[in-house]
Structures are given as structure tokens and as C-alpha cells.
């Protein structure tokens, strides 16, 4: 899977504190009753809100990964909508979007 430079420099240069951030996210996952491609499309939800390119883009690689299809991507962007507003949305759209076509799944 593609990692971002600055995310591999940073877990190279602070091994230890990118282990404890590795195993927090595993125990959140391990914490509740959401399957992973749940968790993943949620994820997404929040990267959206958050309006991290980043994020949007590293977890639309991640949903894609554990199956959800580009239709179910999207409806996740177009849910943000009403919450984010027009300008987040369409900017996290676009993110997802050019992951899609990076991936060949254009919608």
C-alpha cells in the first residue's frame, strides 16, 4: 500500500511513538462491533469533516483495499454535504475522486 513520504520519514524517525500511534489505532478498532470496511468508510467520514486531503485520500486507498466500491465512496463525500458544507465537500469529492482514477475505479 502507498504510504506518504512524510508518514514513512516519521515512523523512521520516531519509532517509538509511531508504534504506540500503530497500536492505538488497532486497539480503537478492536474496540466495538463495526466490521473493518465499516470502519474504513467511517474513517473516511471523519477525514472528510476533518478536510484532510491526506486523510480523504489515504482512506478512500484503504476503503477500496477492504472492498467498498467507488459508489459507496462517494455516498460517503455527498453525506458530508449537509454537515461540511458545499466547498469541503466537493474539495474531499475531488481527492477521492483522483484516488479512483489513480486506482483505474473511476466512477
Known sequence: MYLPE?????SERFPE?????KQLGI?????GPLDEK??????????VGANSQGAVMSH?????ADGSTPEEIIHVVLLALTTTGFP???AA???V???LSRSGKDV
Open 6 to 10: 512524510i508518514y514513512q520519514a516519521f
Open 88 to 90: 469541503n465537500m466537493i
Open 38 to 47: 465499516t470502519q474504513d468508510l467511517v474513517k473516511l467520514g471523519i477525514a
Open 97 to 99: 475522486e483522483t484516488v
Open 27 to 31: 486497539s480503537t478498532r478492536k474496540a
Open 60 to 64: 478512500t486507498r484503504k476503503c477500496l
Open 17 to 21: 511513538v509511531f508504534k504506540d500511534y
Open 93 to 95: 469529492l475531488r481527492w
